[in-house]
């Protein structure tokens, strides 16, 4: 007897996967005011998120740089305004902080959007050419543009030098709520490769408190002696920095 194969109905692949928001974990939203009469607008309102199923870059600058990019600039020839906001977890729509608002001529920056020349330069370079000429870049160069690296100044490790841990720690708190916490925590660690200095006594305090521990919960009196002996040759090695 021949066993034939299961057959099963398959979707052709099309090669363009469908993008699927996550509202809950998104870091922006937007407001898309559509024009009425536009022949391409059946609605008027239009609601987006920035995050899909997959990856959001935790960086909110580059986040919202290439949003702008794509999808948010090219759908600005359909509407009288696009507005984005910052999400707040567990807080209303209403109450979400409102950072940026674009129009058919113009833009208004708000809060730390303000501040951010890479959002506002380029938003400028936008208006100044495309906006004020009639002429729009094409949809392909705006694709090639959202995977183009993003210089940041500011963010530039070889560009700062911290004299002590806390100062750099301090650093990172001053800029968590431009950039987002979880991309200065990234941020903190890899600055390590910079100035390793910084953390040999932090790395050498966190060991030390696990030897200790190790010494007052031993069950056997091996076991304290070992845990012992590693703590006094780490202390003599390294000077604890507190």
Not at 72 to 99: F, M, N, W
């Amino acid at each position: 007897m021949t066993i034939q194969p299961a057959a099963y109905n398959r979707k052709p692949n099309t090669g363009t996967p469908k993008f699927e928001a996550d509202p809950i974990n998104s870091t922006f939203r937007w407001e898309f005011y559509l024009t009425p009469g536009n022949a391409r607008n059946r609605i008027s309102l239009m609601d987006g998120y920035s995050k899909g199923m997959g990856f959001e870059n935790p960086n909110k600058v580059l986040l919202l740089y290439r949003k702008l990019i794509n999808p948010l600039l090219p759908y600005l020839s359909r509407c009288d305004a696009i507005v984005i906001y910052e999400q707040a977890p567990g807080l209303p729509k209403e109450l979400h902080t409102k950072v940026l608002e674009i129009y058919s001529n113009q833009y208004r920056a708000h809060g730390w959007v303000k501040d951010t020349a890479v959002i506002t330069e380029y938003l400028d370079n936008y208006f100044n050419h495309y906006v004020k000429t009639g002429t729009m870049p094409p949809l392909e160069d705006r694709r090639k543009n959202v995977r183009q690296p993003v210089y940041m100044q500011e963010l530039d490790h070889t560009r700062h030098h911290f004299a002590t841990l806390d100062e750099l720690r301090v650093f990172c708190r001053s800029r968590s709520e431009k950039y987002s916490e979880i991309c200065m925590r990234g941020w903190y660690y890899r600055h390590a490769e910079y100035q390793p200095e910084l953390f040999e006594n932090e790395v050498t305090d966190m060991i030390t408190d696990a030897l200790a521990h190790q010494v007052h919960t031993a069950t056997t009196y091996e076991e304290a002696e070992r845990a012992q002996n590693s703590l006094t040759n780490l202390l003599t090695k390294h000077k604890s920095n507190r």
